[in-house]
């Protein structure tokens, strides 16, 4: 939902829009197969619980995804653009119950995490060292500077 941007109504990123709606095939299958928990979390404030019985991906996971993706392919292979389209535009249409999960996600959002790899260097002696950064935009840029 993070992705999702509710005052046009559009997805900024087809594959994040695709996950959305494998999330609403998979709530839609359900037999306790996926389940959103409004919870608080530890710090007091809202939050929501992702909670997916993964025994049953073999069974209702699988049938729910499998139907739902024939119905896509049938779509497809008839040159159904109209239907296929309209049953897309179902599944990812966001009502208000997940606007305001929305909402929640978006609250904790956290920073991106930078992942910074050390380097081996081999020093004057001709001992090899490791050499590390820190796991910010500086380091980021001493990194490319000493390997480049």
Excluded: C, N
């Excluded at 999702?4 to 998979?26: I, N």
């Excluded at 709530?27 to 919870?39: D, I």
């Excluded at 380091?139 to 500077?145: D, H, L, P």
């Amino acid at each position: 939902l993070e992705f999702y941007t509710p005052e046009t109504g559009a997805w900024r990123q087809a594959h994040m829009q695709a996950r959305y709606v494998l999330l609403r095939v998979m709530l839609e299958a359900g037999q306790g197969l996926l389940e959103l928990k409004s919870t608080t979390g530890s710090d007091g404030k809202p939050d929501v619980e992702v909670v997916m019985d993964r025994s049953l991906i073999p069974t209702v996971g699988k049938e729910a995804v499998g139907k739902f993706l024939l119905a896509l392919q049938v779509h497809k292979s008839l040159g159904d653009f109209e239907g296929g389209s309209a049953m897309y535009s179902k599944y990812s249409a966001v009502p208000e119950e997940m606007l305001a999960r929305r909402a929640i996600v978006m609250a904790r959002k956290e920073p991106r995490k930078l992942l910074v790899q050390p380097h081996l260097k081999v020093d004057s002696r001709g001992k090899v060292e490791l050499q590390t950064f820190a796991a910010t935009p500086t380091g980021m840029i001493e990194s490319f500077v000493a390997r480049y």
